[in-house]
Each structure stands twice: as C-alpha cells, then as structure tokens.
C-alpha cells in the first residue's frame, strides 16, 4: 500500500433507535463504568501483591473488554449512516422491514432486517449483511429467495413486508 491510498470506511445503514441506543450505551461506558472499574482497580491494587490478586485480575480484565467496547461503539458510531423509513419504499425490503417468508412444505420464517449492530438471530433480528439479509434485500413480495445457510440451501418466498 503506497502513501497515496486512502482507506474507505464502510458506510452502515443504521435506525435512529438503534443510533440512539447505542449512542447511550457508549456514554454510559465513558460516564460510568470506565469510573467504576478505575475505582476497581485502584482498591484492589491497596491490597498488596498484584500478581495474586483475583480482584485486580478480574478488574483489569474488566477494564480491558470495556474499553474493547468503547472502540467498537466508536467506529460502529463513525460508519453509521441513519435511515428514514418513511423516505424508503415499503413495498421492498430495507433496513427496517419485517419480513414473512414461507418455504416449499408451509414453513414460516419472520425476520427483521437489521443493521450490523443490531443484529439478534435469536430475536429474529437479521443484518442486511447476513446470508437471508442480502438474499432478501431490495425483494418485494412473491420474490423468491435463496441463499446458503450451514444446513444447506434455503429457498423461500416473501409473502409480508411491513415497515
């Protein structure tokens, strides 16, 4: 990489809730745990030898995925570019869409599209960025969709978009 490349930041679609949410979250990181675990680490370093001390181990590995977070809030923060939902068309799946799909033998499947952020596959929160978030996205429904998962290929209709 010579001196004149620039690096890209990834731009990231992102809900203002989840803009809000994880705006709040980075504050409380900066405004009240980073203190708390500071206080953490200083009692527990009044203790003595550090090198056997559990307090002051388990603070520093505290202190240490705290501020991994901060980081990841920071950039995630830096790349994220809010939506307006009423500005997208709602007949297509974006961020923001909850979507019904259905397979072959009935079978449904409801996922909301996500950003990266947000993504929760166990709450049925998919990223855009995901297999079925990219398969999906920019579908209406009656689209067919297919995309890989680890049990294989899935291929299902979209029968709802709401927004």
């Known amino acids: 990489m010579d001196s004149e490349t620039t690096v890209q930041h990834q731009v990231v679609e992102i809900s203002q809730s989840a803009y809000v949410r994880l ?9 009240c745990e980073r203190p708390r675990i500071a206080e ?3 009692e527990a370093k009044e203790d003595g030898d ?4 559990n307090d ?8 240490a995925f705290v501020e991994g977070r901060i980081l990841e809030l ?9 939506i307006e939902p009423s500005s997208l068309d709602p007949e297509i799946v974006h961020i923001g869409s909850k979507v019904v799909l259905v397979d072959d033998d ?3 499947l409801c996922v909301e599209v996500v950003s990266p952020f947000e993504a929760d596959p166990d709450l049925g929160r998919v990223s855009d960025q995901s297999p079925v978030g990219k398969a999906i996205a920019g579908k209406r429904v009656g689209n067919r969709v297919v995309w890989d998962a680890p049990g294989g ?3 299902m209709t979209i ?5």
């Open 50 to 53: 550090l090198a056997e001390n």
């Open 106 to 108: 009935g079978d449904e």
């Open 56 to 63: 002051y181990i388990a603070a520093k590995q505290e202190q």
């Open 23 to 31: 705006t709040e979250e980075l504050e409380d990181l900066l405004h």
């Open 74 to 82: 920071r950039h995630a923060l830096s790349v994220a570019v809010i």
């Open 153 to 155: 290929h899935i291929e």
């Open 40 to 42: 953490r680490i200083r």
């Open 159 to 163: 029968t709802s978009i709401t927004v």
